[in-house]
């Protein structure tokens, strides 16, 4: 699956001749378990699938066993971000990583959770939130 996407980001990495990005065609815990400890510096999860109805909350990315993934992948002082228009899927999100041990929530500003990282591009699924009327949540977290 996914298979347009994949063409569509090697065009982009190709037509902007970036070197530092590597493509995993599967599925992310899996890629998150094949990773040494520490080798990552940012982990990105913009716009996942909320699976809304509460008997698919499973099937959400972000759970105790996700967040423990990209805790031990992550350098010390490094950046897991996320991304979503689902307030639910925010607070549930939220939830998790508050709890966990290995991260801290670094937000200055009751609203910092409104403001996109800098630099960062919106995606597709941002725009259709924007057009049908969603507020895009941007939250950080920090490992220790």
Not at 136 to 143: D, E, I, N
Request: hydrophobic share 40%.
């Amino acid at each position: 699956p996914f298979v347009n996407g994949m063409a569509k980001a090697l065009t982009a990495i190709d037509a902007r001749a970036l070197t530092n990005i590597r493509l995993h065609h599967g599925d992310a815990i899996e890629l998150l378990a094949w990773l040494p400890a520490s080798a990552l510096t940012r982990v990105d999860l913009l716009y996942p699938d909320p699976w809304p109805k509460r008997r698919h909350w499973k099937r959400r990315f972000v759970q105790d066993k996700s967040v423990q993934a990209i805790a031990r992948v992550l350098k010390p002082g490094g950046e897991f971000r996320f991304a979503s228009d689902i307030s639910d899927y925010t607070a549930w999100t939220l939830v998790r990583l508050l709890r966990a041990k290995d991260f801290i929530w670094p937000a200055e500003r009751a609203d910092d959770w409104r403001r996109p990282w800098p630099g960062f591009d919106s995606t597709r699924y941002e725009l259709k939130a924007k057009r049908e009327g969603r507020q895009t949540c941007y939250l950080t977290f920090r490992k220790r």
